[in-house]
């Protein structure tokens, strides 16, 4: 079956349009999450996790203006020498090859937000982040290889593919499988927190699970569907399906986004607080005020706790097994197997 031809300019034009769009929607979600970090900044700032949010924004900022500036180019200035196909097919010239770089620093920065809320998630277990950690170095490297190549005196096209299909395909690898360990990590320990106080962990937290899940999700989808597109896209840029460019023009904005989200829904209050993103101080505290009320309350972060009944409660559970021991608890920190300083 024949694939629809859909030309690479008509690409190029609709993907910076939508990626304008998206730009605003970043800009504004941006302000306000830079505003709530401020008015935080006595509790803490957590350089990592805010640098990277600047960085995010200005690489996706500077990537939308060279669009703006490749489509005058290509639909202006060179219509009637080059021509616009010929111009966005032609990623040896310079402005193109600017824009390629500010797109694979952008998907390296955001995969390394991505596999930090791994390392965070996972009790700072820097095993757990190592493999995605090279792996993000590895799309880096590859990403840079292929477009390096046109500045070689003479460029490989096949070598420019093959280090081309491997920066995707590590890229959506890297995503799918930090994505799927960050949520089996937080259902463990959701589902043991309900094993062990005999109440349901809902409400506001879980729609801060929720929110992690979602938002992995949605760049590992994104992610797919990028690479599914680029195996289709054909090595002749005036026929074929080039559909993978909007998307191409749309994910640095995407990759900035959803971060940024996360942070200005948790310090505003549409989840449960976790302000790890932005303060070092993280504590979780559970009481019981009755035997049949139990209330939570976060300072900073969702921190790993693990539930264990004081020497009290188990000398009453053996006097009287019927009382059970869920009326009082003490918090043990354990570094193994606590789900510390969660930074959604």
């Known amino acids: 079956m024949a694939l629809p031809n859909f030309n690479i300019d008509e690409a190029y034009l609709i993907g910076s349009w939508l990626e304008s769009f998206f730009w605003g929607i970043y800009t504004l979600l941006f302000g ?7 008015q935080k900044r006595k509790d803490g700032i957590n350089r990592f996790t805010t640098v990277s949010l600047v960085l995010l924004y200005l ?14 180019q290509g639909f202006i200035i060179y219509r009637d020498t080059i021509g616009p196909i010929e ?17 694979i620093t952008n998907m390296f920065l955001g995969d390394l937000i991505v596999v930090w809320r791994l390392y965070i998630v996972w009790g ?11 792996m993000c170095v590895a799309e880096f490297v590859a990403g840079y290889g292929a477009t390096s190549q046109w500045l070689l005196p003479h460029p490989n096209g096949w070598e420019m593919l093959r280090w081309g299909t491997a920066m ?12 799927a360990v960050i949520a089996s990590r937080i259902w463990y320990v959701s589902m043991r927190t309900r094993q062990v106080m005999g109440v349901d962990s809902g409400g506001r ?8 899940v979602e938002s992995g999700a949605l760049i590992s989808t994104a992610k797919i569907i990028e690479f599914t597109l680029f195996k289709l896209t054909p090595g002749n840029a005036t026929m074929g399906l080039h559909a993978m460019y909007i998307l191409y023009e749309i994910l640095p904005q995407v990759t900035g986004i959803v971060p940024t989200m996360i942070i200005y829904a948790v310090n505003n209050g549409f989840t449960q607080r976790d302000d790890y993103y932005t303060s070092h101080k993280t504590t979780l505290a559970f009481a019981t005020q009755t035997d049949n ?24 559970k053996k006097a009287n097994p019927e009382r059970g021991v869920m009326g009082e608890l003490t918090l043990k920190r354990s570094p193994s197997s606590s789900f510390t300083e969660s930074q959604v």
Do not use: Q
Request: positive net charge; contains cysteine.
């Open 168 to 179: 995707f395909t590590i890229s959506m690898v890297t995503n799918i499988l930090v994505t």
């Open 87 to 103: 111009y966005f097919a032609s990623v040896f010239i310079r402005v193109n090859m600017a824009k390629d770089y500010l797109y």
């Open 32 to 38: 306000m999450t830079m505003y709530s970090i401020y």
């Open 124 to 134: 700072k277990s820097i095993l757990c982040a190592a493999l995605p950690f090279l």
């Open 293 to 316: 009320e139990m209330t939570a309350h976060t300072n900073t972060s969702l921190s790993a706790v693990v539930f264990a009944p004081s020497d009290e409660a188990m000398a009453a």
């Open 205 to 212: 937290y879980n729609r801060v699970i929720l929110l992690i």
């Open 59 to 72: 690489l996706a900022s500077a990537h939308m203006s060279l669009g703006l500036v490749r489509l005058i």
